[in-house]
Nanobody, 117 residues
């Protein structure tokens, strides 16, 4: 069974940084993608970026100059490093795992990021 959990959210002032962690386990499929999404209050969930276990890392243009996605295979963890945070980055951030073999999706419970002026 796949388990996904996010850590590292919190409150920060504008211009600050946070690093979110997505810890996952139980992945047995050979090809998968791990993505970060975010959802602000009253808005739809939107993609932040994706890292593939056998491929590139993509970050949305709107944040690619400030956000970076990396992974630690030994720890089964994907990170979202967020720098120069803005109030509009305030959202619940979700980690999403998709098997590229079966197209099954797995979500974490989300972690709240609040950026204040």
């Amino acid at each position: 069974q796949v388990h996904v959990a996010e850590f590292g959210g919190g409150s920060v002032q504008a211009g600050g940084s946070l690093r979110l962690s997505c810890e996952f386990s139980g992945i047995t499929f050979s090809r998968y993608a791990i993505a970060w999404y975010r959802q602000a209050a009253g808005k739809q969930r939107s993609l932040v970026g994706t890292i593939f276990n056998r491929g590139p890392t993509n970050v949305e243009d709107s944040v690619k100059d400030r956000f970076t996605i990396t992974r630690d295979n030994a720890r089964n963890t994907v990170y979202l490093q967020m720098n120069s945070l803005k109030p509009e980055d305030t959202a619940t951030y979700y980690c999403h795992v998709r098997s590229l073999d079966t197209l099954q999706d797995y979500w974490g419970q989300g972690t709240q990021v609040t950026v204040s002026l």
